[in-house]
């Protein structure tokens, strides 16, 4: 089966600074994988790189058969390209629904309401209830988003993504500061919408609990350079891991 997404030998540099370096990877349909490394190792540059907020250097993206390296960030997302972030992306000062419905609106390109798109509009509310119901937060529905607990908003911003219908969907650090109890329902989240949505899934993290509990493989940075890639077990073990990030086996 034809992979999803491709990178072959990415390459970005900032002046003498270089934040990724070659790297190569495949994602196969329905996979659903992290990447890890220590702060400054090229994460979200090569995030950032995959959709089009930045242009590589060098090297090729490939996604759903389309050289996407050279397109802009509107052109990946409407192929079917989602993305949450580390700092979370969304209107403040809007309802919690209306942050989902805009994007449901945007994927069907009916964001101006006329007496065509009422239908529409209806179909981008459904959908926006649906998906808000999936991340628990249909309750919350009508609340100004900036209201929200820091954990609901990680959640929001993951809802945004899914109103895009991605196929491919990536998250930057979606536990980050999260509380243990907070981190454990939002692992547990993410393998359901996983499933759910029928995604692709490319998940940056810190926490290795999240990481090693639903990664089927695991990808590890340093430096802008892909070190190792394997299942969470042979990462584990691996040698130049511990070394360079995990500093001791990880159980």
């Known amino acids: 089966m034809e992979p999803v997404l491709t990178l072959d030998s990415v390459t970005k540099s900032f002046g003498g600074l270089r934040v990724t370096a070659g790297v190569s990877f495949s994602l196969a349909k ?13 994460k979200t540059s090569l995030f950032n790189q995959i959709t089009g907020y930045l242009r590589p250097d060098k090297g090729k993206i490939t996604f759903l058969g389309h050289d996407i390296t050279d ?22 000062e809007e309802s919690v629904l209306d942050n989902v419905r805009v994007a449901c609106l945007s994927r069907s390109n009916k964001t101006r309401i006329t007496m065509k798109s009422v ?92 990481v090693f509990g639903i990664a089927q493989t695991v990808r590890v940075l340093q430096m802008g350079r892909l ?6 077990e042979e990462i584990r073990k691996n040698p130049e891991v511990i070394t360079a990030y995990l500093g001791e086996e990880v159980m």
Not at 30 to 42: D, F, L, Q, W, Y
């Open 227 to 232: 070190l190792a890639e394997g299942t969470p």
């Open 30 to 42: 329905g996979s659903i994988s992290a990447i890890i490394g220590p702060n400054g190792a090229g």
């Open 119 to 210: 239908s529409s509009f209806k179909e981008a509310t459904d959908k926006a209830h649906r998906i808000l119901e999936s991340l628990s937060l249909e309750k919350q529905a009508d609340r100004p988003a900036f209201e929200l607990a820091h954990g609901d908003q990680k959640l929001l911003d993951i809802g945004v993504a899914l109103g895009l219908e991605p196929v491919v969907l990536l998250l930057d650090e979606p536990t980050s500061g999260m509380s243990p109890d907070e981190r454990l329902l939002t692992r547990n989240l993410i393998k359901r919408l996983w499933k759910e949505f029928n995604l692709t899934l490319l998940f940056i993290e810190h926490d290795m609990d999240t």
């Open 71 to 92: 397109l802009s960030t509107r052109e990946i997302v409407s192929l079917g390209m989602g993305r949450a972030f580390q700092v979370t992306s969304f209107f403040p």
